[in-house]
């Protein structure tokens, strides 16, 4: 599945804005939907957890050896097959470890999953935010704005999410949830 991965990460790429990339998403997005969603899937991938940490990491070695310091970002490495590979076993090691040891609920879990489409809509707002007000100007080290950015994804997510579902016109706007009934009991 890598190759069907790198093979729609050469097509339907925007050329000013790299990092646009529909072939690539468009994949991996009808790969999770029509594949991965499967419970047989995911409990064969649980199998193969170590096997999967282990070439992940390998292909990641091999790539950061290969493209220190160059824009992983930009065309062609991010076309290349070591991208594609080691993105693809990352992914899968990610998933099937998940699966494996992190498939458990609680209070937070819950309420994580409650909200979690409003995560997926707004979360590149506190990302993009941090980046341009804290991260462009240089004044703070590389590794503090990751945190920084990573704490603000989360933040103004569920913030934007309480706010914007509570208001009936931007909940359905924004966020596509219609106004719920209330079933009459009698």
Same mark, same amino acid.
């Not at 804005?17 to 649980?46: C, N, P, Q, W």
């Not at 999967?52 to 065309?75: E, H, P, R, S």
């Given at each position: 599945?890598?190759?069907?991965?790198?093979?729609?990460?050469?097509?339907?790429?925007?050329?000013?804005?790299?990092?646009?990339?529909?072939?690539?998403?468009?994949?991996?997005?009808?790969?999770?939907?029509?594949?991965?969603?499967?419970?047989? /899937?995911?409990?064969? *991938?649980?199998?193969?957890? +170590?096997? %999967? @940490?282990?070439?992940?990491? #390998?292909?990641?070695? =091999?790539?950061?050896?290969?493209?220190?310091?160059?824009?992983?970002?930009?065309?062609?490495?991010?076309?290349?097959?070591?991208?594609?590979?080691?993105?693809?076993?990352?992914?899968?090691?990610?998933?099937?470890?998940?699966?494996?040891?992190?498939?458990?609920?609680?209070?937070?879990?819950?309420?994580?999953?409650?909200?979690?489409?409003?995560?997926? /809509?707004?979360?590149? *707002?506190?990302?993009?935010? +941090?980046? %341009? @007000?804290?991260?462009?100007? #240089?004044?703070?080290? =590389?590794?503090?704005?990751?945190?920084?950015?990573?704490?603000?994804?989360?933040?103004?997510?569920?913030?934007?999410?309480?706010?914007?579902?509570?208001?009936?016109?931007?909940?359905?706007?924004?966020?596509?949830?219609?106004?719920?009934?209330?079933?009459?009991?009698?």
């Amino acid at each position: 599945m890598a190759l069907v991965i790198w093979g729609a990460a050469q097509i339907l790429n925007t050329p000013v804005v790299v990092v646009y990339r529909f072939g690539y998403y468009g994949a991996a997005f009808l790969l999770g939907y029509f594949v991965f969603s499967h419970d047989e /899937v995911i409990a064969t *991938l649980k199998k193969y957890f +170590v096997l %999967l @940490l282990v070439l992940g990491v #390998g292909v990641g070695t =091999a790539f950061c050896i290969m493209y220190f310091g160059d824009n992983y970002a930009d065309a062609p490495i991010n076309r290349s097959i070591l991208f594609t590979v080691f993105g693809w076993l990352a992914s899968m090691a990610i998933l099937s470890g998940a699966a494996k040891y992190a498939d458990k609920q609680n209070a937070f879990t819950v309420w994580m999953s409650k909200n979690n489409f409003g995560l997926y /809509v707004f979360h590149y *707002l506190g990302i993009s935010t +941090v980046a %341009l @007000l804290l991260g462009k100007p #240089g004044n703070l080290p =590389a590794a503090m704005i990751y945190i920084i950015s990573l704490i603000a994804g989360f933040v103004v997510a569920y913030a934007l999410n309480a706010v914007i579902s509570r208001i009936p016109f931007f909940r359905w706007a924004v966020l596509g949830i219609k106004k719920e009934r209330k079933n009459d009991v009698s």
